[in-house]
């Protein structure tokens, strides 16, 4: 047999004597309310105040607002607690780990602000803040030129749009690890690379000229930075498809019948309606520019994995450190100045999106 939930009268009546004033209470200050936000929220009351009332007469241990809010975290669980364990846990732990000494293996000291001290006078570190900074430099503005100008070509109406469309957002779904080995090929440092031998042979460089590309300390940065724009241009060109897009042609049709050229067009048309999608990208591709790691690491690793002064960026010195010297609260430390910067180009986004919403 099911069991019967016990309901006391008393009880019931002490509960009842309490809501249902209430009840009449905010019903009357609903209908005496003007301001629509302000009735929403005391409507909102109500109902909360009628789901007591009902769960007071019937027994009931749970509302059915909680019933159903229990049924939906119920759902997301399984997902936030993978995201607790393995990521917001190792997180907060980083954090509390900056301000700490510890080899993964002795016990841990207190360091205080030891760690950000030692990244003054640490030349890795300061040449990977640097070439960070001057990738993200260059990457950004070459990106965004190439990324538009694909995307304003394929726009328009000619033949085999689709298939260079393809052809042009293959690289970014390519396996990173193929590609850059056919990069590391074409531009190989030997004469005979078929970069070197197009220089040497169309452009009549000498040989002692011909640049190393990947392995020259004055060329890594070029060849990597040239390599990221051809990689991620074509992802960034669907972005702007989207924008370009969503113009309304009815502009393009009015600027024609006041004698505007394709350039007046453009500057006056087209580059002012895609300012909200020139500023999505920006930040999306600086915040990816400053934790590139892969792509370095393919391009100018070696056989060894190991990076010179001349290309190493921050998320690798991160790495090296942790995981090569074993320096975890130092690696924290310099995490942490990584956080802050992606945090702070975080908050110039969400500034400027007030300024094109």
């Not at 998320?315 to 956080?339: D, K, P, Q, T």
């Amino acid at each position: 047999m099911a069991k019967t939930k016990v309901i006391d009268p008393a009880e019931t009546a002490r509960k009842l004597s309490v809501l249902e004033p209430q009840l009449k209470d905010l019903e009357r200050q609903v209908d005496a309310e003007t301001d629509a936000k302000k009735k929403a929220r005391l409507a909102k009351k109500v109902e909360k105040v009628r789901d007591k009332i009902r769960q007071a007469k019937t027994g009931e241990r749970f509302s059915r607002q909680t019933k159903r809010d229990l049924i939906a975290y119920s759902f997301i669980a399984p997902n936030f607690i993978g995201f607790a364990v393995f990521t917001l846990g190792p997180v907060i732990f980083a954090f509390v780990l900056a301000f700490l000494k510890w080899d993964g293996n002795n016990p841990m000291q207190f360091a205080a602000l030891d760690n950000f001290a030692m990244m003054v006078g640490n030349q890795r570190f300061l040449a990977s803040l640097r070439n960070t900074i001057v990738y993200c430099v260059a990457t950004v503005p070459f990106t965004l030129v190439c990324a538009l100008g694909l995307a304003v070509l394929l726009n328009q109406k000619i033949k085999g749009r689709n298939f260079f469309r393809t052809v042009s957002f293959f690289p970014y779904v390519a396996s990173l690890v193929a590609v850059a080995a056919v990069w590391n090929m074409l531009f190989s440092p030997a004469k005979n690379g078929p970069m070197n031998m197009i220089l040497y042979k169309v452009f009549h460089i000498a040989a002692k000229e011909l640049p190393k590309w990947s392995a020259d300390k004055d060329w890594v940065m070029f060849t990597i930075v040239l390599f990221s724009v051809w990689k991620n241009m074509g992802y960034y060109m669907v972005i702007y498809l989207a924008g370009l897009q969503g113009i309304n042609g009815e502009l393009y049709e009015a600027a024609s019948l006041d004698g505007a050229n394709t350039w007046q067009k453009f500057r006056y048309i087209t580059w002012p309606q895609l300012q909200p999608t020139t500023f999505f990208v920006t930040i999306i591709l600086t915040i990816n520019c400053f934790k590139v790691y892969d792509i370095v690491y393919m391009l100018a690793g070696g056989s060894a994995g190991v990076l010179n002064e001349s290309a190493i960026v921050l998320v690798y010195h991160i790495y090296e450190e942790a995981f090569r010297n074993w320096n975890l609260g130092y690696a924290s430390a310099c995490a942490m100045v990584l956080f802050l910067i992606v945090l702070v180009i975080t908050l110039i986004q969400f500034r400027g999106e007030k300024k094109y919403a």
